[in-house]
Protein backbone atom coordinates (compact mmCIF):
# COMPACT_ATOMS: atom_id res chain seq x y z
CA UNK A 1 0.00 0.00 0.00
CA UNK A 2 1.01 3.60 -0.66
CA UNK A 3 0.02 7.39 -1.07
CA UNK A 4 0.73 9.08 -4.40
CA UNK A 5 0.00 12.29 -4.59
CA UNK A 6 0.54 14.45 -8.09
CA UNK A 7 -1.29 17.38 -9.62
CA UNK A 8 -3.18 18.55 -12.68
CA UNK A 9 -2.51 21.83 -14.11
CA UNK A 10 -5.48 23.83 -16.26
CA UNK A 11 -6.02 27.16 -18.07
CA UNK A 12 -9.67 28.30 -17.70
CA UNK A 13 -12.11 30.64 -18.71
CA UNK A 14 -14.00 30.71 -16.01
CA UNK A 15 -17.30 31.70 -15.90
CA UNK A 16 -18.34 28.42 -15.75
CA UNK A 17 -16.00 26.94 -18.56
CA UNK A 18 -16.01 23.07 -18.14
CA UNK A 19 -13.06 20.95 -19.32
CA UNK A 20 -13.31 17.29 -19.73
CA UNK A 21 -9.92 15.95 -17.31
CA UNK A 22 -10.16 12.29 -17.65
CA UNK A 23 -7.61 10.81 -19.84
CA UNK A 24 -5.20 13.86 -17.17
CA UNK A 25 -6.04 11.18 -14.16
CA UNK A 26 -6.11 8.00 -16.48
CA UNK A 27 -2.48 9.27 -16.93
CA UNK A 28 -1.65 10.04 -13.46
CA UNK A 29 -2.67 6.43 -12.30
CA UNK A 30 -1.05 4.77 -14.90
CA UNK A 31 2.13 6.45 -14.06
CA UNK A 32 1.90 5.42 -10.62
CA UNK A 33 2.06 1.60 -11.55
CA UNK A 34 -0.66 1.15 -8.81
CA UNK A 35 -2.93 -2.08 -9.73
CA UNK A 36 -5.82 -0.80 -7.70
CA UNK A 37 -7.38 1.85 -4.95
CA UNK A 38 -9.35 4.67 -4.64
CA UNK A 39 -7.86 8.29 -6.49
CA UNK A 40 -8.99 11.44 -4.90
CA UNK A 41 -9.38 14.59 -6.67
CA UNK A 42 -9.70 17.67 -4.93
CA UNK A 43 -9.85 21.50 -5.95
CA UNK A 44 -8.17 23.96 -3.88
CA UNK A 45 -10.40 26.41 -4.44
CA UNK A 46 -13.46 28.28 -3.27
CA UNK A 47 -14.77 28.78 -6.98
CA UNK A 48 -14.48 25.66 -8.94
CA UNK A 49 -15.65 22.05 -8.21
CA UNK A 50 -15.68 18.46 -9.47
CA UNK A 51 -18.53 16.08 -10.86
CA UNK A 52 -18.55 13.64 -13.41
CA UNK A 53 -20.85 13.97 -16.90
CA UNK A 54 -21.68 12.95 -20.54
CA UNK A 55 -19.13 15.46 -21.62
CA UNK A 56 -21.06 16.38 -25.30
CA UNK A 57 -21.84 19.86 -25.67
CA UNK A 58 -25.44 19.57 -24.99
CA UNK A 59 -24.91 18.27 -21.70
CA UNK A 60 -22.70 20.53 -21.10
CA UNK A 61 -24.47 23.85 -22.24
CA UNK A 62 -27.50 22.20 -20.35
CA UNK A 63 -25.54 22.00 -16.98
CA UNK A 64 -24.46 25.52 -17.64
CA UNK A 65 -28.27 26.67 -17.69
CA UNK A 66 -29.17 24.75 -14.19
CA UNK A 67 -26.45 26.81 -12.34
CA UNK A 68 -27.34 30.23 -14.62
CA UNK A 69 -30.82 29.85 -13.27
CA UNK A 70 -30.16 28.93 -9.57
CA UNK A 71 -27.32 30.72 -9.38
CA UNK A 72 -28.06 33.59 -11.54
CA UNK A 73 -24.93 36.01 -11.99
CA UNK A 74 -26.90 39.38 -12.46
CA UNK A 75 -28.70 39.28 -9.27
CA UNK A 76 -27.32 40.71 -5.49
CA UNK A 77 -24.95 38.87 -3.39
CA UNK A 78 -23.54 39.75 0.14
CA UNK A 79 -20.47 38.48 -0.83
CA UNK A 80 -20.29 41.26 -3.80
CA UNK A 81 -21.32 44.34 -1.41
CA UNK A 82 -19.10 43.22 0.92
CA UNK A 83 -15.33 42.48 -0.99
CA UNK A 84 -16.53 44.21 -4.58
CA UNK A 85 -14.93 41.34 -6.70
CA UNK A 86 -18.47 40.12 -8.54
CA UNK A 87 -17.91 36.87 -7.95
CA UNK A 88 -20.52 36.04 -5.26
CA UNK A 89 -22.41 33.33 -7.49
CA UNK A 90 -18.88 31.64 -8.27
CA UNK A 91 -18.69 30.87 -4.47
CA UNK A 92 -22.42 29.59 -4.07
CA UNK A 93 -22.22 27.36 -7.03
CA UNK A 94 -19.11 26.08 -5.94
CA UNK A 95 -19.55 25.27 -2.26
CA UNK A 96 -23.24 23.32 -3.82
CA UNK A 97 -21.31 21.10 -6.84
CA UNK A 98 -18.42 20.27 -4.39
CA UNK A 99 -14.81 20.17 -4.67
CA UNK A 100 -13.68 16.33 -4.18
CA UNK A 101 -14.37 13.01 -5.77
CA UNK A 102 -13.59 9.61 -5.38
CA UNK A 103 -13.04 6.78 -7.99
CA UNK A 104 -11.75 3.82 -7.55
CA UNK A 105 -9.51 2.04 -9.97
CA UNK A 106 -8.60 -1.67 -10.81
CA UNK A 107 -6.41 -3.18 -12.66
CA UNK A 108 -4.90 -0.11 -13.54
CA UNK A 109 -8.17 1.40 -14.60
CA UNK A 110 -10.69 4.03 -13.33
CA UNK A 111 -14.34 2.06 -13.04
CA UNK A 112 -15.95 5.16 -14.84
CA UNK A 113 -18.72 4.37 -16.91
CA UNK A 114 -18.75 4.13 -20.67
CA UNK A 115 -20.24 7.44 -21.09
CA UNK A 116 -19.30 9.25 -18.17
CA UNK A 117 -16.01 11.79 -18.05
CA UNK A 118 -14.57 13.37 -14.90
CA UNK A 119 -15.36 17.46 -15.36
CA UNK A 120 -13.90 20.51 -13.57
CA UNK A 121 -15.92 22.84 -13.95
CA UNK A 122 -14.45 26.45 -12.99
CA UNK A 123 -17.09 28.73 -11.71
CA UNK A 124 -14.88 32.01 -11.23
CA UNK A 125 -15.59 34.79 -13.19
CA UNK A 126 -12.33 35.38 -15.07
CA UNK A 127 -9.32 33.36 -16.47
CA UNK A 128 -7.66 31.51 -13.95
CA UNK A 129 -4.90 28.92 -13.72
CA UNK A 130 -5.56 26.16 -11.34
CA UNK A 131 -3.78 23.31 -9.85
CA UNK A 132 -6.04 20.37 -9.10
CA UNK A 133 -4.61 17.46 -5.82
CA UNK A 134 -4.88 14.16 -7.38
CA UNK A 135 -3.98 11.54 -4.57
CA UNK A 136 -3.86 7.63 -4.89
CA UNK A 137 -4.28 5.09 -2.17
CA UNK A 138 -3.55 1.68 -3.50
CA UNK A 139 -1.38 -1.25 -3.87
CA UNK B 1 -3.89 -2.64 4.91
CA UNK B 2 -6.19 -3.93 1.81
CA UNK B 3 -8.08 -2.69 -0.82
CA UNK B 4 -11.14 -4.71 -1.48
CA UNK B 5 -13.59 -4.17 -4.26
CA UNK B 6 -16.58 -5.81 -4.57
CA UNK B 7 -20.02 -4.55 -6.63
CA UNK B 8 -23.89 -4.08 -6.11
CA UNK B 9 -26.66 -5.54 -9.23
CA UNK B 10 -29.63 -3.13 -8.86
CA UNK B 11 -33.01 -3.40 -11.20
CA UNK B 12 -34.30 -0.06 -11.06
CA UNK B 13 -37.28 1.78 -12.78
CA UNK B 14 -35.72 4.81 -13.57
CA UNK B 15 -37.55 8.41 -13.63
CA UNK B 16 -35.54 9.08 -10.16
CA UNK B 17 -36.05 5.20 -8.51
CA UNK B 18 -34.69 5.76 -5.27
CA UNK B 19 -33.15 2.70 -3.68
CA UNK B 20 -32.19 2.25 -0.33
CA UNK B 21 -28.49 -0.04 -0.39
CA UNK B 22 -27.38 0.31 3.06
CA UNK B 23 -28.25 -3.22 3.87
CA UNK B 24 -25.76 -4.69 0.70
CA UNK B 25 -22.91 -2.31 2.35
CA UNK B 26 -22.79 -3.77 5.71
CA UNK B 27 -22.96 -7.24 4.09
CA UNK B 28 -20.40 -6.02 2.21
CA UNK B 29 -17.82 -4.90 5.10
CA UNK B 30 -19.49 -7.67 7.13
CA UNK B 31 -17.62 -10.26 4.28
CA UNK B 32 -14.29 -8.51 4.07
CA UNK B 33 -13.49 -9.08 7.56
CA UNK B 34 -11.94 -5.39 7.52
CA UNK B 35 -11.96 -3.58 11.18
CA UNK B 36 -11.50 0.11 10.05
CA UNK B 37 -11.23 2.19 7.30
CA UNK B 38 -13.38 3.93 4.53
CA UNK B 39 -15.70 2.97 1.88
CA UNK B 40 -15.72 4.51 -1.80
CA UNK B 41 -19.08 4.28 -3.65
CA UNK B 42 -19.32 5.08 -7.23
CA UNK B 43 -21.85 5.02 -9.49
CA UNK B 44 -20.10 4.06 -12.91
CA UNK B 45 -22.51 5.74 -14.53
CA UNK B 46 -23.73 9.63 -16.18
CA UNK B 47 -27.54 9.51 -15.40
CA UNK B 48 -27.01 8.26 -11.53
CA UNK B 49 -25.99 9.35 -8.35
CA UNK B 50 -25.78 8.21 -4.65
CA UNK B 51 -26.22 10.70 -1.19
CA UNK B 52 -27.75 9.70 1.98
CA UNK B 53 -31.07 10.51 3.37
CA UNK B 54 -33.81 9.18 5.98
CA UNK B 55 -35.48 6.33 3.66
CA UNK B 56 -38.99 6.83 3.96
CA UNK B 57 -41.93 7.48 1.54
CA UNK B 58 -42.37 11.66 2.98
CA UNK B 59 -38.70 12.24 2.35
CA UNK B 60 -38.03 10.32 -0.97
CA UNK B 61 -41.26 11.97 -2.66
CA UNK B 62 -39.96 15.33 -0.93
CA UNK B 63 -36.10 14.67 -2.89
CA UNK B 64 -38.08 13.96 -6.04
CA UNK B 65 -40.24 17.17 -6.07
CA UNK B 66 -37.18 19.16 -5.47
CA UNK B 67 -35.14 17.84 -9.17
CA UNK B 68 -38.75 17.97 -10.89
CA UNK B 69 -38.82 21.55 -10.20
CA UNK B 70 -34.99 22.71 -10.21
CA UNK B 71 -34.48 20.22 -13.26
CA UNK B 72 -37.85 19.88 -15.09
CA UNK B 73 -37.77 16.92 -17.53
CA UNK B 74 -40.45 18.39 -19.43
CA UNK B 75 -38.54 21.35 -20.95
CA UNK B 76 -35.90 21.34 -23.72
CA UNK B 77 -32.35 20.46 -23.47
CA UNK B 78 -29.72 20.55 -25.89
CA UNK B 79 -28.27 16.93 -25.28
CA UNK B 80 -32.10 15.85 -26.63
CA UNK B 81 -31.80 17.81 -29.57
CA UNK B 82 -28.68 16.60 -30.47
CA UNK B 83 -28.69 12.79 -29.44
CA UNK B 84 -32.56 12.50 -29.58
CA UNK B 85 -32.79 10.33 -26.20
CA UNK B 86 -34.82 12.58 -24.31
CA UNK B 87 -33.10 11.66 -20.87
CA UNK B 88 -31.42 15.35 -20.99
CA UNK B 89 -32.82 16.48 -17.28
CA UNK B 90 -31.27 12.84 -16.03
CA UNK B 91 -27.40 14.09 -17.13
CA UNK B 92 -27.90 17.69 -15.27
CA UNK B 93 -29.33 15.92 -12.18
CA UNK B 94 -27.01 13.47 -11.85
CA UNK B 95 -23.91 15.61 -11.85
CA UNK B 96 -25.61 18.06 -9.62
CA UNK B 97 -25.98 15.21 -7.07
CA UNK B 98 -22.83 13.65 -7.81
CA UNK B 99 -21.51 10.35 -8.42
CA UNK B 100 -19.22 9.20 -5.02
CA UNK B 101 -19.68 8.84 -1.45
CA UNK B 102 -17.00 8.03 1.19
CA UNK B 103 -17.88 6.34 4.14
CA UNK B 104 -15.97 5.13 7.12
CA UNK B 105 -16.37 2.11 9.01
CA UNK B 106 -15.29 1.24 12.52
CA UNK B 107 -15.32 -2.41 13.91
CA UNK B 108 -16.48 -3.36 11.39
CA UNK B 109 -19.62 -0.84 11.61
CA UNK B 110 -20.47 1.89 9.44
CA UNK B 111 -20.19 5.00 10.78
CA UNK B 112 -23.82 5.70 9.72
CA UNK B 113 -26.27 8.27 12.02
CA UNK B 114 -29.65 6.01 13.36
CA UNK B 115 -32.08 7.58 10.71
CA UNK B 116 -29.42 7.94 7.75
CA UNK B 117 -29.88 5.49 4.60
CA UNK B 118 -27.42 5.17 1.58
CA UNK B 119 -29.39 5.56 -1.38
CA UNK B 120 -29.16 5.12 -5.04
CA UNK B 121 -31.05 7.29 -7.44
CA UNK B 122 -31.75 6.11 -11.09
CA UNK B 123 -32.80 9.41 -13.01
CA UNK B 124 -32.13 7.89 -16.10
CA UNK B 125 -35.57 7.88 -18.35
CA UNK B 126 -36.53 3.99 -18.41
CA UNK B 127 -35.88 0.74 -16.80
CA UNK B 128 -31.88 -0.06 -16.35
CA UNK B 129 -30.02 -2.38 -14.27
CA UNK B 130 -26.53 -0.77 -12.77
CA UNK B 131 -23.31 -2.00 -10.96
CA UNK B 132 -22.45 -0.14 -8.24
CA UNK B 133 -18.43 -0.41 -7.35
CA UNK B 134 -18.06 -0.37 -3.79
CA UNK B 135 -14.40 -0.14 -2.87
CA UNK B 136 -12.57 -0.66 0.91
CA UNK B 137 -9.35 0.30 2.35
CA UNK B 138 -8.55 -0.72 5.36
CA UNK B 139 -7.11 -2.78 8.08
CA UNK C 1 -0.05 2.87 6.18
CA UNK C 2 -2.57 3.39 8.97
CA UNK C 3 -6.28 4.14 9.68
CA UNK C 4 -6.98 6.74 12.20
CA UNK C 5 -10.44 7.64 13.12
CA UNK C 6 -11.57 10.84 15.20
CA UNK C 7 -14.71 13.09 15.92
CA UNK C 8 -15.23 16.50 16.23
CA UNK C 9 -18.17 17.65 18.36
CA UNK C 10 -20.24 20.58 17.58
CA UNK C 11 -23.55 22.31 19.17
CA UNK C 12 -25.37 24.44 16.86
CA UNK C 13 -28.77 26.46 16.05
CA UNK C 14 -29.80 24.20 13.80
CA UNK C 15 -31.19 26.45 10.74
CA UNK C 16 -28.84 26.59 8.27
CA UNK C 17 -26.11 26.77 10.89
CA UNK C 18 -22.96 27.19 9.23
CA UNK C 19 -19.41 26.17 11.31
CA UNK C 20 -16.31 26.38 10.00
CA UNK C 21 -14.52 23.35 10.90
CA UNK C 22 -11.13 23.94 9.01
CA UNK C 23 -8.91 24.29 12.50
CA UNK C 24 -10.57 21.11 14.08
CA UNK C 25 -9.58 18.99 11.09
CA UNK C 26 -6.16 20.31 10.71
CA UNK C 27 -5.34 19.88 14.55
CA UNK C 28 -6.66 16.26 13.57
CA UNK C 29 -4.44 15.97 11.59
CA UNK C 30 -1.52 17.01 13.11
CA UNK C 31 -2.20 15.18 16.08
CA UNK C 32 -2.47 11.73 14.29
CA UNK C 33 1.48 12.35 12.73
CA UNK C 34 0.58 11.03 9.09
CA UNK C 35 2.68 12.96 6.68
CA UNK C 36 0.56 12.11 3.78
CA UNK C 37 -2.93 10.50 3.21
CA UNK C 38 -6.19 11.11 2.75
CA UNK C 39 -8.61 12.57 4.75
CA UNK C 40 -12.59 11.45 4.65
CA UNK C 41 -15.50 13.60 7.17
CA UNK C 42 -18.56 12.20 6.96
CA UNK C 43 -21.51 13.70 8.93
CA UNK C 44 -24.18 10.56 10.55
CA UNK C 45 -26.73 12.62 10.02
CA UNK C 46 -29.69 12.79 7.91
CA UNK C 47 -30.30 16.81 8.23
CA UNK C 48 -26.69 17.97 8.17
CA UNK C 49 -23.51 18.33 5.01
CA UNK C 50 -20.57 19.33 4.71
CA UNK C 51 -18.81 21.23 1.88
CA UNK C 52 -15.84 24.14 1.33
CA UNK C 53 -16.59 28.00 0.77
CA UNK C 54 -14.61 31.19 1.56
CA UNK C 55 -15.57 31.20 5.17
CA UNK C 56 -16.93 35.16 5.52
CA UNK C 57 -20.11 36.41 6.16
CA UNK C 58 -21.35 37.71 2.30
CA UNK C 59 -20.69 34.08 1.08
CA UNK C 60 -22.74 32.37 4.18
CA UNK C 61 -25.74 34.35 4.08
CA UNK C 62 -25.56 34.21 -0.19
CA UNK C 63 -25.39 30.21 0.43
CA UNK C 64 -28.04 30.23 2.69
CA UNK C 65 -30.62 32.34 0.20
CA UNK C 66 -29.74 29.74 -2.18
CA UNK C 67 -31.05 27.01 0.04
CA UNK C 68 -33.85 28.85 1.32
CA UNK C 69 -35.27 29.43 -2.15
CA UNK C 70 -34.57 25.95 -4.15
CA UNK C 71 -36.16 23.92 -0.79
CA UNK C 72 -38.11 26.78 0.94
CA UNK C 73 -39.04 25.55 4.62
CA UNK C 74 -42.49 27.68 4.72
CA UNK C 75 -43.48 24.74 2.02
CA UNK C 76 -45.60 21.54 2.15
CA UNK C 77 -43.72 18.49 2.87
CA UNK C 78 -44.37 14.84 2.57
CA UNK C 79 -42.28 13.75 5.49
CA UNK C 80 -44.06 16.58 7.95
CA UNK C 81 -47.17 15.71 6.71
CA UNK C 82 -46.51 12.06 8.08
CA UNK C 83 -44.06 12.87 11.37
CA UNK C 84 -45.15 16.13 12.00
CA UNK C 85 -41.30 17.09 13.15
CA UNK C 86 -41.24 20.32 10.48
CA UNK C 87 -38.00 19.21 9.66
CA UNK C 88 -38.70 17.95 5.73
CA UNK C 89 -36.50 20.94 4.10
CA UNK C 90 -33.63 20.08 5.98
CA UNK C 91 -33.69 16.32 4.93
CA UNK C 92 -34.03 17.36 0.96
CA UNK C 93 -31.33 20.03 2.07
CA UNK C 94 -28.83 17.71 3.60
CA UNK C 95 -29.67 14.63 0.88
CA UNK C 96 -28.64 17.72 -1.89
CA UNK C 97 -25.16 18.78 -0.36
CA UNK C 98 -23.95 15.52 0.57
CA UNK C 99 -22.73 13.59 4.36
CA UNK C 100 -19.57 13.01 2.99
CA UNK C 101 -16.07 14.94 1.74
CA UNK C 102 -12.92 13.87 0.86
CA UNK C 103 -9.36 16.01 1.42
CA UNK C 104 -5.99 15.05 0.26
CA UNK C 105 -2.84 16.31 2.82
CA UNK C 106 0.85 16.05 2.16
CA UNK C 107 3.79 17.27 4.16
CA UNK C 108 0.93 16.64 7.58
CA UNK C 109 -1.05 20.09 5.93
CA UNK C 110 -4.64 19.69 4.20
CA UNK C 111 -4.23 20.74 0.52
CA UNK C 112 -7.01 23.39 0.87
CA UNK C 113 -6.97 26.77 -0.98
CA UNK C 114 -6.25 29.59 0.69
CA UNK C 115 -9.62 31.23 0.69
CA UNK C 116 -11.30 27.88 1.06
CA UNK C 117 -12.83 26.47 4.26
CA UNK C 118 -14.18 23.47 5.64
CA UNK C 119 -17.77 24.20 7.20
CA UNK C 120 -20.48 21.85 8.36
CA UNK C 121 -24.15 22.41 7.72
CA UNK C 122 -26.71 21.96 9.99
CA UNK C 123 -30.06 22.12 8.15
CA UNK C 124 -31.98 20.48 10.88
CA UNK C 125 -34.52 23.17 12.52
CA UNK C 126 -33.59 23.27 15.87
CA UNK C 127 -30.25 23.61 18.58
CA UNK C 128 -28.21 20.06 18.16
CA UNK C 129 -25.16 18.51 19.28
CA UNK C 130 -23.09 17.03 16.31
CA UNK C 131 -20.61 14.17 16.48
CA UNK C 132 -18.92 14.03 12.68
CA UNK C 133 -16.20 10.83 11.43
CA UNK C 134 -12.79 12.20 10.62
CA UNK C 135 -10.33 9.38 9.13
CA UNK C 136 -7.53 9.43 7.92
CA UNK C 137 -5.77 7.02 5.83
CA UNK C 138 -2.08 7.31 5.13
CA UNK C 139 1.50 6.89 6.16
Redesign the interface.
Given at each position: ???Q?RTISLSTQGNADIQDITNQIMQIVDETGLE???V?L?????TSAL????Y????I???RR?FD???DPQRH???????GDGN??S??R???????????F?DRRL???T???V?FVDFDNRQRRREL?V?L???
Open positions: MSVTKGTTFTPSATTIEESGCSDLLEIVYAHNARWGHHVAALLGPSLSIPVTLGWQQIVQIGE
